[in-house]
T-cell receptor, first 116, second 116 residues
Framework: AQKITQTQPGMFVQEKEAVTLDCTYD???????LFWYKQPSSGEMIFLIY??????QNATEGRYSLNFQKARKSANLVISASQLGDSAMYFC?????????????FGTGTQLKVEL | EPEVTQTPSHQVTQMGQEVILRCVPI?????FYWYRQILGQKVEFLVS????????KSEIFDDQFSVERPDGSNFTLKIRSTKLEDSAMYFC??????????????FGPGTRLTVT
């Protein structure tokens, strides 16, 4: 079974600063994907960024980058130049291919608040 | 841009009643999922569906739950006899391929189910 751990229930960051949201995972499968989703107060789940277990380079999408450290089983999300609109809950998730499985397993989330 | 839609956005029902939550996945997608999120908690996988049958389900998805693709566009989740603990946000998701780990799952906006 896969497990995702997000140890920061809440984080504060000042506008325009960078912030790192932690995520560690536990899986024995050699082939997996790591995902980050944003959930604003309105409730929808917005895909942000993906990292494959065999990808050599860290994924980047605009202001989002994923600090992937495979040996440490960590996949931290870095948001650069924070904006007020980044205030939301952020979920890390993993997906493996064992036996054709395709479900996402989510962590408990980190509530990010961006302040002026 | 194509998106997953869900109806209704909010459903209130009495304990013991049957509810059907509806989803229209993205049209060329082949794999469909239901997740739920109890208020303030993480997103949990319920079931995945491919080729008109369930491909995987969690321990939450017991005999009270069923899924169906009644036509070429809708994907439904039925709860036969609702309990108070079924109160949650229910997300539908779809994806174009199962074997490609990097394919994100596209989430709908959710249906908030309140059981009284």
């Amino acid at each position: 079974a896969q497990k995702i751990t997000q140890t920061q229930p809440g984080m504060f960051v000042q506008e325009k600063e960078a912030v790192t949201l932690d995520c560690t995972y536990d899986t024995s499968d050699p082939s997996y994907g790591l995902f980050w989703y944003k959930q604003p107060s309105s409730g929808e789940m917005i895909f942000l960024i993906y990292q494959g277990s065999y990808d050599q380079q860290n994924a980047t999408e605009g202001r989002y980058s994923l600090n992937f450290q495979k040996a440490r089983k960590s996949a931290n999300l870095v948001i650069s130049a924070s904006q007020l609109g980044d205030s939301a809950m952020y979920f890390c998730a993993t997906r493996v291919l064992t036996g054709g499985g395709n479900k996402l397993t989510f962590g408990t989330g980190t509530q990010l608040k961006v302040e002026l | 841009e194509p998106e997953v839609t869900q109806t209704p956005s909010h459903q209130v029902t009495q304990m013991g009643q049957e509810v059907i939550l509806r989803c229209v996945p993205i049209s060329n997608h082949l794999y469909f999922y239901w997740y739920r999120q109890i208020l303030g908690q993480k997103v949990e996988f319920l079931v995945s569906f491919y080729n008109n049958e369930i491909s995987e389900k969690s321990e939450i998805f017991d005999d009270q739950f069923s899924v169906e693709r009644p036509d070429g566009s809708n994907f439904t989740l039925k709860i036969r006899s609702t309990k108070l603990e079924d109160s949650a946000m229910y997300f539908c998701a779809s994806s174009p391929a199962m074997q490609e780990a990097w394919y994100e799952q596209y989430f709908g906006p959710g249906t908030r189910l309140t059981v009284t």
